[in-house]
């Protein structure tokens, strides 16, 4: 505006100049309108606009009060899991099932998703029932849904529950050293509380028959509770939905679950933390046969988990969700005359309940089939009880319902008729023509399909960006003629280096047995066939201490096969460990390359005064990994034999002193049964 002034004057000159320029009316207009501008704007402020809340809760303010969830919905009892593998929250599930026949309400729950600080105040609720399902873990530790919970118990002394009923059912295995320890911990310590029992401790056994033995107790525990509550039982053993079916016919494909274990598309766009609900998908990286011989098939494999920011240490877990055989998939699709293909939902009717479906939905029956439900398992005698009303043939029905009794006749009849010979949910239907349940029904009823946990078989040391596996491929003949494969290890078999579908969703589960805090320790490591898989890791670690120029211990192994020239695994490493000093001694046991049998505790008990003086008088850690049924005692039992020769204890006294190592975490043990 300055620049065109001189021009503007050069027209006017020698003419009356007005009182305003019309530059100055221009700019009086431009400021009077600029203040009523603010003048209006000021008394009229722009309106915030209102956002509408969200319906949906967030994850922070999710009820964690279960006293308050059983009052709003009229529940009486409440079933507490404690699982694993889902065996515990199946068992809770049922139990929370049969409330209804019994004119009670009740829910089953996962302690870790609650305040279980509200034990005391179940007293609020007349005629009320906790029921315990507590699975033990590992060498008597509690499952992970279940530490909070003990951690608790232990630290509230001052805790007063004398306004609470309860019960425990526990679920172990007699092999194991610490046998149904939480179960029976949790049982002595709500007494110790003030708690009242109203039925005793049930003990089921994996090692045996573990659904018949939760089958007697809940045969004789719902006729405590209807005493001690003053209830009858209703007399109808009519089958009771959980779940009603939703056909989708025109859902976007993007909404609908294909395999993920949480979140929708977490396949797709991968986002750590990593976890059980949220598995990496780890490429599998090698993948080759370790026997040169013999009729099995012995595996090593690496995942890659580069970029993945997954921590491990050796002697941890890998967890992996493996996949259904699509033959056994693509057969249940046939015999029940169905479109595997159609996306359903199954929602369930009590719309309180935080558990919405029983697997991820919406879904298709092939993907539920296929990733979320287990199909090789014999089903347990619930799933037969209520699928008999689908058998046209009355014999066929009269058989299913005998198999969930509690008569000797019945037991014995699912004892040899499904267990024994391992018929799965496929082999049920195909030799019981007349049996023809809705598909969404015996969705609703098959458990889920659980992850598989290997010994990780490496250092994050020296393997920082992969997780080694060992494995042996499980496929055996049944009574019926039938083979069956073992689900995680025949579809890990498949896995193709840089194939299609060659990743594997996994996650990491910490694990107590590690090496020692001193590398100045010396090791003794017993681990025949794939329990040496977490020592190739313990190896390793003391490898490369040993180049960081550490003090490293002796480190012992005892390994053990069938033969040398078929299935001495990881012959070359373990080789070449000694050759180079990392492996102080190398004791390999033959079991059949000569007349008699030999085993790894032949060798402790030929290295007896060696191993004595490693652990009596140098401080060594002792590390068992394999079969706990035969090995593990086995093992134990050399080294009381040991104790007792060379420590001149008697039975008991070594008995207590190998006990006293496993205390001090100088004993530690990975079998499996």
């Avoid at 001189?6 to 027209?11: A, F, M, Q, Y």
């Avoid at 003048?39 to 915030?48: A, D, G, L, N, V």
């Avoid at 118990?153 to 001052?158: A, F, G, I, P």
Wanted: glycine share 6%.
């Amino acid at each position: 505006m300055a620049d065109k002034d001189p021009e503007t004057r050069t027209h006017i000159v020698g003419e009356e100049e007005p009182l305003f320029s019309n530059l100055d009316i221009f700019l009086f207009s431009v400021i009077v309108g600029l203040v009523i501008y603010w003048f209006m704007s000021r008394k009229q402020p722009e309106p915030i606009p209102e956002f509408k809340k969200l319906d949906t809760p967030s994850p922070t303010t999710r009820e964690t009060s279960f006293i308050e969830k059983m009052k709003k919905t009229g529940k009486n009892v409440i079933v507490f899991y404690g699982s694993q593998t889902g065996t515990a929250e199946e068992f809770a599930n049922r139990l929370a099932k049969d409330t209804q026949r019994y004119g009670m309400k009740g829910m089953a729950a996962d302690p870790e998703e609650y305040s279980m600080g509200e034990l005391g105040r179940l007293a609020e609720i007349q005629n009320s029932l906790a029921i315990f399902c507590m699975a033990t873990y590992g060498e008597g530790d509690p499952t992970d849904n279940a530490q909070d919970f003990y951690d608790w118990l232990q630290e509230n002394d001052d805790e007063d529950l004398s306004g609470l009923n309860y019960t425990v059912f526990a679920l172990g295995n007699k092999t194991y050293e610490h046998y149904n320890a939480m179960g029976k911990y949790v049982d002595k310590r709500l007494e110790e509380l003030g708690a009242k029992r109203i039925f005793d401790l049930g003990l089921g056994d994996d090692d045996g028959n573990l659904e018949e033995d939760f089958i007697s107790w809940r045969e004789q525990f719902w006729p405590a509770v209807c005493e001690h509550f003053g209830v009858e039982a209703s007399g109808d053993e009519s089958s009771i939905r959980q779940y009603e079916l939703k056909v989708h016919t025109d859902l976007n494909m993007n909404k609908v679950y294909t395999g993920e274990i949480g979140r929708l598309k977490s396949f797709e766009v991968q986002k750590p933390p990593f976890d059980s609900k949220n598995p990496f998908l780890a490429p599998v990286i090698v993948n080759r046969k370790l026997n040169k011989a013999g009729d099995r098939h012995l595996m090593h494999l690496e995942l890659d988990i580069t970029g993945s920011k997954i921590r491990y240490e050796s002697g941890d877990h890998v967890a992996v969700f493996p996949t259904n055989d699509l033959e056994l998939v693509n057969k249940l699709g046939e015999i029940l005359g169905v479109d595997l293909d159609v996306v359903i939902s199954l929602n369930n009717l009590d719309e309180e309940s935080n558990k919405k479906h029983p697997f991820p939905c919406p879904t298709t029956y092939r993907t539920a089939l296929t990733h979320y439900l287990d199909i090789t398992n014999p089903p347990r005698t619930n799933v037969l009880y209520e699928l008999a009303q689908y058998a046209s043939d009355p014999k066929d029905q009269e058989n299913m319902r005998k198999m969930a009794s509690s008569s000797p006749e019945g037991k014995a009849l699912y004892q040899n008729w499904v267990l024994d010979s391992c018929r799965n949910i496929l082999a049920v239907l195909e030799d019981m023509p007349s049996l023809k349940p809705p598909i969404d029904h015996l969705c609703e009823l098959l458990p889920r399909l659980q992850a598989r946990y290997y010994s990780i078989a490496s250092s994050s040391k020296v393997h920082p960006n992969s997780i080694h596996i060992c494995a042996v491929v499980v496929e055996y003949a049944t009574k019926t003629g039938r083979v069956n494969k073992g689900v995680a290890t025949n579809w890990l078999k498949n896995k193709l280096i840089n194939g299609h579908k060659s990743t594997v969703p996994m996650y990491i589960r910490k694990s107590q047995f590690r090496l020692p805090f001193k590398a100045s320790n010396p090791v003794i490591m017993i681990g025949p066939g794939t329990g040496i898989a977490p020592f190739m890791g313990f190896i390793q670690e003391r490898g490369w201490l040993k180049q960081q120029e550490k003090e490293v211990g002796e480190t012992v192994m005892y390994f053990g096969c069938r033969h040398k020239n078929e299935d001495y695994i990881y012959q070359e490493e373990l080789e070449e460990a000694e050759k180079n000093g990392v492996l102080t001694q190398l004791n390999v046991a033959f079991s059949r390359d000569q007349e008699h049998k030999v085993y790894v505790q032949h060798h402790l008990k030929k290295n007896k005064e060696h191993v004595w003086k490693l652990i009596h008088t140098d401080n060594a850690h002792i590390y068992v990994c394999g079969d706990a049924r035969n090995m593990a005692k086995d093992v134990q039992t050399a080294f009381y034999e040991i104790a007792e020769e060379y420590g001149g204890m008697t039975r008991t006294q070594a008995t207590d002193y190998v006990k006293k190592l496993m205390t001090k975490g100088r004993y530690s043990q990975d079998v499996w049964s």
